[in-house]
T-cell receptor, first 115, second 113 residues
Framework: GAVVSQHPSWVICKSGTSVKIECRSL??????MFWYRQFPKQSLMLMAT?????????EQGVEKDKFLINHASLTLSTLTVTSAHPEDSSFYIC???????????FGPGTRLLVL | LAKTTQPISMDSYEGQEVNITCSHN???????ITWYQQFPSQGPRFIIQ???TKVTNEVASLFIPADRKSSTLSLPRVSLSDTAVYYC??????????????FGKGTKLSVKP
């Protein structure tokens, strides 16, 4: 149980375009989902916390207008990287927390390469 | 959210038992200890979680002394496929509020044949 999926698993795009990444909890409902970013050989860095039906909370230094988060249902959160640039190239990982429990389960990640 | 300290890396051989210790001196009463495993280019995978004493599942054991200022993840009879980065986190289950996870550098375990 407690499976989280992400789509796409990898994406290559041109600079200036927008990319949407989906995060789904497959077998549980998640009122809270989290978005992380991980650069090569570094640890995960929390970007934002997404609560179903409300605005996301962004960590300091993360531009909310650049990284748009939508958590419209208890099983789906999306992260849109707007006007992507090469420095946005990274590994984006989401996690979801069960409504009834507090353990966070992570998705497989999405590799973004901006050319 | 307690700060955790782990060894940066560890080496082991197949079939050995591996113990990774994590320090969390300022752990709070409501904090739970959770360990994740991460392979390259994959999301972290939940391994085990505990509050005190000993917890065991099909993958690992977690030992937590009475003062809870440290914890030890024990992996029995490791194989090459256990080569990964292991993260220790101590955080509170805060219900509807944040409960954000702050990842440290983790411990890179290398298992050799």
């Amino acid at each position: 149980g407690a499976v989280v999926s992400q789509h796409p698993s990898w994406v290559i795009c041109k600079s200036g375009t927008s990319v949407k990444i989906e995060c789904r909890s497959l077998d549980f409902q998640a009122t809270t989902m989290f978005w992380y970013r991980q650069f090569p050989k570094q640890s995960l860095m929390l970007m934002a916390t997404s609560n179903e039906g409300s605005k996301a909370t962004y960590e300091q230094g993360v531009e909310k207008d650049k990284f748009l988060i939508n958590h419209a249902s208890l099983t789906l959160s999306t992260l849109t990287v707007t006007s992507a640039h090469p420095e946005d190239s990274s590994f984006y990982i989401c996690s979801a927390r069960e409504t009834a429990g507090e353990t966070q389960y992570f998705g497989p990640g999405t590799r973004l390469l901006v050319l | 959210l307690a700060k955790t300290t782990q060894p940066i890396s560890m080496d082991s051989y197949e079939g050995q038992e591996v113990n990774i210790t994590c320090s969390h001196n300022n752990i709070a009463t409501n904090d739970y200890i959770t360990w994740y495993q991460q392979f390259p280019s994959q999301g972290p995978r939940f391994i085990i979680q505990g509050y005190k004493t000993k917890v065991t599942n099909e993958v690992a054991s977690l030992f937590i002394p009475a003062d809870r200022k440290s914890s030890t993840l024990s992996l029995p009879r490791v194989s090459l496929s256990d080569t990964a980065v292991y993260y220790c986190l101590a955080y509170a289950f805060t219900g509807g509020s944040q409960g954000n996870l702050i990842f440290g550098k983790g411990t890179k375990l290398s298992v050799k044949p």
